[in-house]
């Protein structure tokens, strides 16, 4: 079993006026064997110290990582069963693609030499490069390049992966194409790993389950549905979707919400689940919202269009509430037509609605 445990794990740096920096913080997050868990968060969320703490790179300063129920928080990074593959593929440029996959068995295994050329020829065959074996990286391209660097990793057939944004450095194309033969692959092979990302539609197309962090605190570890469907908070709720969720701050009183521009009546249960919140964030993802022809109940709201961006099949239309001051976004279909200036009648769903405490951000409902 290669199931992968956090415990309440710290990592606090010291800078050099002697400060500390809380890089990660109390951090619980359970990976089961054979899963693909993905660490997503903003720039300096501390995710890499994390995945550099699992990989025995950077000390722990408190908790525990335990692989298959063995802490490993004190092992060497060479006495862990694990393989990193980094962005910048950390590839050794005087070797060839054969001697960069084979290295790493050579030094750390006594495993015979015939026995490691069948594997890494294996596995390159596996990747698509198995005709570049005699290659420098610097003839490669970077697509071919992170196939080597995975190679590399997959020949060492360890209990984990680990993978630091490995597809950050290719272009957009071959980024989704690696994404789904990454996934195929992790499936095909049932290696436990924990891939680093800040891009959040990388982590909701790819992992089988997501943590988010933020400032260094995971925020929620679900399956990237329920972070979506039922975001723990404001943040994973603004972090995860493209455009980001809608939100309006609020003043709730006897069961509606009041804000700067809009009114909004709850009804029994989501009137019952603000409680005593005096300040409410009321959010709405874009895809939520509904132009509709004419106002026909008390969700529906009178708005200007501001500015229509396509997105392909889909327009982003920006709009505002009368002359107010705050946009927010409407995903629609692209065959429907709207003007930039014109009014558009925005319907915002009860139960489509996400409520947050005003104060600390927790969801309401
Ligand atoms: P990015 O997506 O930009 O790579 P990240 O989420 O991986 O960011 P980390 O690299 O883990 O974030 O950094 C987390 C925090 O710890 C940041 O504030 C960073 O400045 C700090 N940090 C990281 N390494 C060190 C170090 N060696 N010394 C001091 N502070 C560090």
Redesign the pocket.
């Known amino acids: 079993m290669s199931g992968l445990t956090l415990e309440r794990l710290s990592k606090v ?1 010291t ?1 050099d006026d002697g400060s500390d ?1 809380v ?2 913080d109390d951090v619980s997050v359970d990976i089961q064997d054979g899963e693909f868990l993905v660490l997503v ?10 995945l550099r703490m699992v990989a025995g790179l950077e000390t722990v300063t408190s908790g525990d990582i335990r692989l298959g129920g063995e802490s490993i928080a004190d092992a060497g990074p060479q006495e862990r069963d694990i393989a990193m593959v980094f962005q910048s593929y950390a590839l050794y440029p005087h070797m060839t693609v054969r001697e960069n996959m084979s290295f790493g068995l050579e030094e750390s295994t006594d495993m015979p030499d015939d026995e490691i050329a069948g594997l890494v020829e294996e596995t390159a065959a596996m990747l698509g490069i198995d005709d570049l074996l005699d290659r420098r990286p610097s003839e490669l391209s970077g697509g071919q390049q992170q196939r080597v660097a995975l190679g590399r990793a997959i020949v060492r057939d360890p209990e984990v992966f680990l993978m630091d ?1 490995p597809l950050s450095n290719l272009d957009a194309k071959l980024r989704s194409q690696m994404r789904t033969e990454l996934q195929r692959l992790q499936e095909d092979l049932g290696t436990t790993t924990m891939y ?1 990302t ?1 891009d959040q539609t990388e982590a909701m197309t790819m992992g089988d389950r997501i943590a988010v ?1 933020d400032d ?1 605190e995971l925020q929620q570890a679900g399956t990237p549905l329920e972070c979506y469907h039922r975001p723990a908070n404001r943040f994973v709720a603004g972090f995860i979707g493209e455009p980001s969720m809608n939100f309006f701050e609020t003043e709730a009183a006897d069961g509606t919400l009041v804000g700067d521009d809009l009114e909004y009546e709850l009804s029994g249960t989501s009137a019952e689940s603000v409680g005593d919140a005096e300040r409410v964030t009321l959010g709405i993802r874009p895809e939520d919202i509904e132009l509709v022809d004419a106002v026909g109940g008390e969700h529906d709201f009178e708005t200007t269009v501001d500015v229509v961006e396509p997105m392909g099949n889909e327009n982003a239309v920006y709009l505002t509430f009368g002359d107010g001051e705050e946009t927010f976004v409407a995903t629609v279909g692209g065959m429907r037509s709207v003007e930039p200036g014109s009014t558009a009648v925005a319907r915002f769903p009860e139960e489509a609605v996400h409520l947050f405490d005003g104060a600390t951000g927790a969801a309401l409902k």
């Open positions: 740096f800078d920096i890089a990660v968060g903003p720039s300096g969320c501390g995710k890499s110290t994390t944004e680093v800040h962090l260094g």
